[in-house]
Structures are given as C-alpha cells and as structure tokens.
C-alpha cells in the first residue's frame, strides 16, 4: 500500500471515530434507557420498527464502526502479531464487509 | 519482561493500553451482538431467548463490563482526538480523561445497578 | 544508606549476562561515576560510553534499572532500589559489547526522515527574518535542542514493535524543519515521514516526552506532523 493511502486509512479512522463519538454517547444513553425501561424483543422492535430516525442512526454506525474496526485492528496485527502486508489487509477488509453485512442486517431486522 | 515494564510505567502508557485492550474486545464483541439482533430478522423467539440470559447476574456482570470497555474506549479515543487534532499538550490531558472516564462510569454503575 | 552498591552490568553482545559488582556509595553519586569505578578500579574490560559528562552530549544513555537516562545527569539516590544498580546497554540498538550500543540504525533512520535543513537562499541573498513568537517558529525552538542521544528511541515501544518506524527523534527532527520558514523540502519530508512507518504509526505512548532528558516532546510533533500529512493527502498534494 503506498504513502498516501496509508495516510487516508490513518485520516479515515480519526474521522470514523469523530462520527462514533457522537453515536457511542447517543448508544450508551440508549442502553441505559433501555435497560430500565425493558428488553424484550416485543420491547425493543417497538421502539425501532418503522422508526426512520433509528435506522438511519443505527446506519450510519454501522458503517463507522465497520471502518474504524478494521483499521484499529491492522496496528494490532502490524505490531502484535507481525502480521502486515497484503495478506493482513485482504484478512481486515473481509472483516470490514462482514462487519458491514451483519450490522446492516440487525439494522434490518429491527427496523422492518 | 521486567525491563521492558519497568519503563512502561507511566500513565500515558497505560491509557493506550486500556485502549488497545477495550478495542479488541469491542471488535470481538461486535459480530456476536450484531448476530444476535439480527435474529429480529426472523426469530424473535430466538432473540427474546438470548434477552431473557440478562436476567442472570453473571450475564449482568459481562454487560457491565462491556458497557465500560465501550465507555473506557470513548474518553481514551477523545483524550486521542485532543492530543492529535487540538495540539494539546501536558498530562492534565490524562487528568480530563481519567475524571471524565471515572465520571461515566460512575454514572453509568448508578444507571445499570438502579 | 549502605556503603556498598550491587552493580549489575551487562557484559557481552545481543547474548550475554549480568555481572555483578560491588561499588563504594559516596554522595552525590551518578551512575556515571559508577560504571567509571568499575571501568577504572575493577574491571578494565567493560566497555562504556561518555563525553562531555556534564549533561551536554547525550553520549552517556544506557538503561539503568529499566528505564533509558544519560548516566551523568542521574544520582545514585534517586534511581537505586534496594542497593542494587542495574545497567544495560540501550534498548532497541544493537549491541556493540558490554554497554555500548550501535546507533547507525538511529542516523540512518534520521536521514530517511529526511532530517537535513535544504537552502533555498544563497550567500548574495540577505539574512533570512525569522520572527521568533510567530507559531512555526514556537513549534521548531520547541524541538530544535535534540542532540540525537537515543533516549526517546530507546524508550518508544513502536519502534521496538515495528522495526521500520522511523522514531521519535527523526521524526522530532522533521517537524522543526517542517516549521523553519527557510527550508526548501517541504513536500518531499512529508512524503518521507508519513505512513505506515512514519508519524502515523505513533500511537501516543508518551513515553518518549516522558523521558527526554532535554524535555523535548516528539510526540507533540509527531501529531503536527500528522495533521499536516493528512491535510496533503486529502489535497491529493501527498
């Protein structure tokens, strides 16, 4: 990977993890009010079916969460692991679209 | 190894440890939890089975923990975003993100026991 | 306060052991004066390093009970634990023998940070005016006092984790010639010092500001050096 991708991928985690920012405070509140006000599956799916506020937030972490991840994870495997290379981001870029896959699903699943 | 150790004990260290850690926890955590709410998808049964495991206390115990790794990896990562983008500089940096972490948590440990 | 020190020194190259030697206490002792105790009175094999030995030069780091120090600037009294003095030769260097490291991995590291000033002016033009409270200048006298000992390099675990990771000094070294208004090789030193091996694979230990025995923090640099990258790359100017 050349220089200036490196540096995208660097760009592209600090800024992910802007969005995440926000959307973990909003998760964090949401848990807690969750938690005391019921979690049943009938609960929940109440709260988020047909709610178009909710899948467009759940969305959009998915898709943070699915770049800041992967990206994370490439330094730990780098450093950690001795893993880098192109063997190391094929392995990281499926993680990102699986990532990607089985959120957008449970994004789905509660919202329709 | 001990000497290695011996160096790496200061604070800042330690900060990127927890978030090192938490991020790797976090990134094991995210496929099981998406899995399982996508079980709405076709078996709420299913999911309303895996919802009822939170009733026990050791489930509890798991959740919290999750919760604080998740909260551990907020205030780590804006310390981050403070130091990187805002040219912050000095340990009172450290300072911020250790009472703003203690302070989550203790609202969050408030929140989960009530 | 015991009348004796137990000095443990490495001896040997990448293999070897500690040997152990007993050293009179005396006040206000550095460790530069034990390891030349040693050197001069008990064992004329043990190869070491210092200069200046007055905090000047940087000759003297080595890693005393763990930690990366200049040996003349350290007493006795502040680092030793229980009577007992350990010594060991830089970490992340190769070991020449005993306690003297082999820093042209250090150098070469600076040179591929492209750490050299590059002129744009010749000797017909006047002097350069450099007001010293604008910002890029309060950035480069911030980090220009680097007398490249290896404290910080020795000390930063990236560079233990990835052996190409230029480190904090060359990198230290970058940033103050990114703000010197005079240089010429701007693009190309962000292109050297970006990426996977560069300023990007920091991740704010701190341990290099920690240690810095001229109170330099690279990594504040390092972060400039960051933003800088990205604004380039995102310009598509990397």
Known sequence: ?112 | MNTAWRARNHPAWWAFLVHRISGILLTLFLPVHFWVLGLALHDSARLDGFLHWTDYPLVKLGEFFLVLMLAAHLTGGLRLLALEFLAWRGWQKNLLALAAGLALFAGLAFAYVV | MSDVLNVRVWRGGEEGEYQSFQVPRRESQTVLDVVSHIQRHLDPSLAYRFACRVGMCGSCAMTVNGVARWTCRTHVSKVVKDGVLELAPLAHLPVVRDLVTDMSVFFDKWAKARGQFHPTATRKDPFARVKPDTPERKNADAGIECIGCGVCYASCDVVQWQPDYLGPAALNRAWTLQNDVRDGAQDERLRAVAGDAGCHACHTHLSCTERCPKQISPTAGIAGLKRAAMKAALKGEL
């Not at chain 1, 009010?33 to 929940?44: C, F, K, P, T």
């Not at chain 1, 709260?47 to 994870?73: C, D, E, K, M």
């Not at chain 1, 001795?82 to 990532?99: K, N, Y």
């Open chain 1, 1 to 112: 990977m050349n220089t200036s991708n490196q540096v995208r991928l660097w760009a592209a985690q600090r800024l992910s993890a802007m969005v995440l920012g926000i959307c973990v405070i909003v998760h964090l509140i949401t848990i807690i009010y969750a938690v005391r006000s019921g979690l049943s599956a009938d609960q929940i799916l109440a709260r988020t079916q047909g709610n178009v506020a909710w899948f467009a937030f759940y969305g959009i972490f998915v898709i943070a969460v699915s770049i800041h991840g992967p990206i994370g994870l490439r330094s730990v495997l780098s450093e950690w692991l001795g893993w880098r290379g192109r063997s190391a981001d094929i392995f990281l870029l499926v993680l990102a679209v699986v990532l990607a896959w089985l959120g957008f699903r449970a994004v789905w699943g509660v919202y329709a």
